[in-house]
């Protein structure tokens, strides 16, 4: 028995999420599918983290056991192989001991939120970003953003299915910048509640836009109340960039 870490990019629009479901597809399903057939055995994929449906990653981390180990060389394109035409993909493939665990041994994970600010239809990155239409000032959310930042109890921010114990998370970067007419939201933690991200990003783009202060993310964080939160975000600008792990 050999277990594997993966690298996995995925498109998240086909998909219910990351996690396996009964009656719907999933990025999960489709890994287990592939890592089986190549194994020739039932295969069970764990994730760093359970993305929401429509979420999509360029860096989302997983690992697996396989009965019958290979040449590392060839894991990755063997999967991809079985992979086809799922749009998913695996970048790399590494051996590591039986004690290593993807989700669990994870110290920082990385989301990107992409937002295209501009009035025009979206082409090339239709369900790849959010187009907002009106125009967004990024240094007023880049600003109020910065009162997210440490150790908080993110109640407001936290969709009611969240199975998380505790509402208590430590944020240690949120940013807001603007590159011509597309706006990005980088945000990092050890760890996230349910839709956490994209309740940040539908609640600064109030500021943005103007209908909100940015002393207001403040108040809606004091208020602990899932109620305060602004709209959120839909899932098609979100992307798992990262996840990072003790050397």
């Known amino acids: 028995m050999q277990r594997y870490k993966l690298t996995i990019e995925y498109d998240g629009e086909p998909y219910y999420g990351w996690q396996r479901q009964e009656s719907h597809p999933s990025v999960q399903e489709a890994l287990e599918t592939a890592a089986s057939k190549l194994d020739g055995a039932p295969v069970t994929v764990q994730g760093a983290g359970r993305t929401d449906r429509g979420v999509h990653a360029t860096g989302q981390v997983a690992h697996m056991d396989l009965t019958k180990p290979r040449p590392i060389e060839k894991v990755a394109d063997a999967l991809n192989a079985h992979l086809r035409p799922h749009r998913v993909a695996v970048l790399k493939a590494e051996e590591v001991d039986a004690e290593f665990h993807a989700r669990f041994h994870a110290i920082k994970r990385a989301y990107r939120y992409v937002i295209i ?20 000032d990024h240094e007023a959310m880049h600003r109020a953003a910065q009162t997210l930042i440490g150790i908080h109890d993110f109640s407001t921010f936290r969709h009611a299915d969240c199975q998380a114990k505790s509402p208590v998370k430590t944020l240690d970067r949120l940013d807001v910048a603007r590159y011509g007419e597309g706006i990005e939201v980088t945000v990092e933690a050890r760890s996230f509640l349910h839709s956490q991200v ?21 108040e809606i964080l004091d208020a602990r109340d899932r109620k305060a939160c602004g709209p959120v975000a839909p899932p098609d600008g979100l992307f798992l960039e990262r996840v990072e792990y003790d050397a």
């Open 117 to 136: 600010n501009r009035r025009a239809a979206l082409t090339f990155d239709r369900g790849q970003a959010w187009r907002i239409p009106y125009k967004l």
């Open 198 to 218: 994209r309740s940040f990003v539908g609640s600064l783009v109030e500021v943005g836009r103007g209908s909100q202060s940015e002393d207001w993310i403040a």
